[in-house]
C-alpha cells in the first residue's frame, strides 16, 4: 500500500514536470499565436451577444470551445481572420460561413440532444462541430472530394469523429439514415429539393438558402404531413451543386 501510494505521487511528478517542459519548449511565437486565437475566439462571441444581441448560451458556448481556424484550410488562414465576422475561402470556390449565420442558422432549428440531422454542404465542417457539440447526431454530406476529405480529418483530429460524412450528392438527401429532425442546408438551390423534404420527420424543420444570386433564408416545418414555409432574412450562399445526372 505505502509503496503504490509513493509510486503515485512519483507520476504525479513526472506529469507535472512534463507539462513544465513542454511549455518553456514550446517556441514562443507559437504560445503567442495560439494566446491570439483564443482571444480571437473570445471577441468573435463578444461580437455576437453585442453588435447581434444573440443571446443563445448554449450556441454561444459552443462556438467559444470549437476551434474555427482548425477548420480553415492552412493556404487560407493568412488572408482571412478565422474569428472576423465575414465568411472564409475554403478551396474549391466555397467559404465557410460568417460567424452571425451559422449561429443563426444553428438557433433556428433548435437541435435537441441526441436529434438526427442532415447537413447539406459539409464545406469546411465547422457547422457540424457545432451542432455535435450541442449533442446532435450529425449527418453530413458534401459533392467535392477534397472538401469532404478535409473536413471528416479536421473533425477527427478535433474529437468529433462521431459526425458522419457522406460525399455525394445533397440533392437526393441520405435515404439510408432517414428519417432526420432537422435539415440544415448550407448552399442555395432554386428550389426546395423534394428529397430533403421527404426526409423530414413528422414535426421536422429544414433551414435553407433559396434562389439565384440574392437569396432568401426559409425555415420549413413538416406538420401532419403539410409543410409550413416561412421566409426569413436575405442571404448570400454559394449555389447547391448537382452530382452528374443518371
Known amino acids: 500500500m505505502t509503496y503504490s501510494f509513493h509510486s503515485s505521487i512519483f507520476f504525479a511528478i513526472i506529469a507535472a514536470l512534463l507539462l513544465i517542459y513542454q511549455f518553456f ?78 449561429a443563426y442558422m444553428t438557433e433556428r432549428i433548435r437541435p435537441q440532444i441526441g436529434e438526427k440531422i442532415l447537413e447539406i454542404g459539409t464545406g469546411s465542417g465547422y457547422q457540424a462541430a457545432i451542432l455535435a457539440e450541442l449533442g446532435a447526431k450529425v449527418f453530413s454530406i458534401e459533392i467535392i472530394p477534397e472538401l469532404a476529405n478535409h473536413a471528416s480529418k479536421v473533425l477527427k483530429d478535433e474529437g468529433y469523429s462521431q459526425v458522419k460524412i457522406l460525399q455525394g450528392d445533397g440533392y437526393k438527401g441520405w435515404p439510408k439514415e432517414a428519417p432526420f429532425d432537422a435539415v440544415i442546408v448550407t448552399c442555395a438551390p432554386e428550389e426546395v429539393p423534394k428529397a430533403l423534404v421527404d426526409q423530414l420527420k413528422e414535426g421536422g424543420r429544414m433551414i435553407i438558402p433559396i434562389g439565384i444570386g440574392l437569396q432568401r ?23 447547391m451543386v448537382h452530382g452528374e445526372k443518371e
Open 25 to 102: 519548449s514550446t517556441p514562443k511565437a507559437s504560445v503567442e499565436n495560439e494566446l491570439e486565437l483564443i482571444e480571437g475566439r473570445q471577441e468573435m462571441v463578444r461580437h455576437l451577444k453585442t453588435e447581434y444581441r444573440f443571446s443563445d448560451e448554449s450556441i454561444l458556448k459552443a462556438m467559444s470551445k470549437v476551434q474555427r481556424h482548425r477548420f480553415i484550410p492552412a493556404d487560407y488562414q493568412a488572408s482571412c481572420d478565422p474569428y472576423g465576422d465575414h465568411p472564409c475561402p475554403i478551396g474549391n470556390g466555397q467559404t465557410i460561413s460568417q460567424p452571425f449565420i451559422v
Open 217 to 239: 433564408l426559409v425555415i420549413l416545418r413538416k406538420i401532419l404531413g403539410n409543410i409550413k414555409i416561412e421566409e426569413d432574412l436575405a442571404v448570400r450562399f454559394v449555389p
